[in-house]
């Protein structure tokens, strides 16, 4: 009896490590098919395995139903190529196909990568879940984790708690918005393991990092109708290196009131920066404008970061011009040995690119520029 049960559990060991050892060669066989570098895919373990097919099954579907008509035209020439000139032609063809083909992804790819340095940030491919279905390679520069890393997996398990309502209201789509395109702007936290020096940290030492969101709903009809959010990414705050004569910066209380203001902002807009002082933010602004600067100040006060979009910033002669402004609250200055009257309350620094010229110059829209013309 004692040596049947040794013999049934040898039996059972063995096809225990058989049916690993086809597990393997399966998971084996299934990474090398997926689109990664082999350093990466040697790394890869079971669940990642699965986790990155998935994504990549779900892009797949998504793109084919973009590519399907252009499919289809191929096949239909390719096949009337045969019919025409033989094997050998279909050969040749076949051949020239394969080369053009190579040429066709390697000039995609190079043109990829300069939109994507062009962007400072990176592309995302959101489900209606949250699901993350695809991130463009260059993430890992701005977040200090890798592509494989991140996709499958879901928004909400890296985003801040606090911004999860607002990232299922830009996923929610109705069926209107989901065929007409319907565009998303948007703004929130995500965990980002870079440090300050520009190093890859462990996860759980992560910090959180502002991302400004923009992009719009796509669909596929075929196979199946699947939704989803194509984004672009780029961490806040974005690089004010490109300061110019059509730049300038503004220091605010809380309360958006002028604090201090450079003194570009006479050249660009017939302000100067004394009579701004004590004056709100708002007074400069075209009143259509107000739901998008009321949506930016609302991103300062709960994220710290915000980008406002373009609105009109109103010219001390007349008309407008159109800007856009990159904001951040700056944190109290605590006293110290070196300052020791130091302490300096909450403030909000903004700094507003003017993106046009003069836009109807002889229109009135505040008192400031009704004055300022009979001075004139």
Not at 37 to 53: E, F, G, H, M, Y
Not at 215 to 238: E, F, K, M, N, Y
Not at 282 to 299: A, F, G, R, S
Request: with cysteine; proline share 3%; glycine share 6%.
């Amino acid at each position: 009896m004692t040596a049947d049960k040794e013999k049934r559990r040898a039996i059972s060991r063995e096809a225990a490590r058989k049916r690993r050892r086809v597990e393997s060669d399966v998971f084996g066989d299934l990474s090398q098919l997926l689109p990664l570098q082999p350093s990466v895919r040697a790394n890869l373990d079971k669940p990642s395995v699965i986790r990155l097919t998935l994504s990549y099954i779900r892009m797949h579907t998504l793109l084919k139903g973009h590519a399907g008509t252009k499919a289809d035209t191929s096949h239909t020439v390719k096949h009337g190529q045969a019919l025409e000139g033989g094997e050998e032609q279909q050969e040749r063809d076949g051949g020239r196909d394969d080369e053009e083909k190579q040429t066709v992804a390697v000039e995609a790819l190079e043109e990829t990568n300069m939109y994507l340095r062009i962007l400072e940030g990176f592309l995302m491919v959101l489900s209606t879940e949250g699901d993350m279905i695809y991130l463009s390679d260059n993430v890992s520069k701005y977040m200090g984790l890798a592509q494989a890393e991140l996709m499958g997996h879901n928004i909400f398990e890296f985003a801040h708690p606090c911004d999860h309502e607002e990232i299922r209201a830009n996923l929610r789509l109705t069926a209107e918005e989901v065929w007409s395109g319907a565009k998303r702007d948007f703004i929130m936290r995500i965990k980002s393991a870079l440090t300050h020096r520009g190093r890859s940290a462990n996860l759980k030492s992560a910090t959180w990092k502002v991302l400004h969101c923009q992009g719009r709903a796509q669909v596929c009809a075929i196979p199946s109708s699947v939704s989803c959010l194509l984004l672009t990414c780029q961490p806040l705050p974005l690089s004010h290196t490109l300061l110019s004569t059509h730049t300038f910066t503004s220091q605010h209380s809380m309360d958006m009131r002028f604090t201090y203001c450079d003194q570009r902002v006479t050249l660009l807009l017939g302000y100067s920066p004394q009579e701004l002082l004590g004056r709100s933010f708002y007074d400069l602004c075209h009143t259509m404008d107000t739901k998008c600067l009321n949506k930016n100040h609302l991103n300062l006060c709960l994220r710290s970061q915000s980008v406002s979009g373009q609105y009109r910033m109103l010219v001390r002669s007349g008309g407008y011009v159109w800007v856009e402004s990159h904001s951040a609250v700056i944190p109290s200055v605590r006293p110290s040995k070196s300052r020791p009257g130091a302490h300096q309350p909450l403030c909000i620094l903004c700094v507003t690119y003017v993106l046009s010229g003069v836009e109807e110059p002889s229109l009135q829209l505040s008192l400031d520029q009704t004055v300022n013309r009979y001075l004139s």
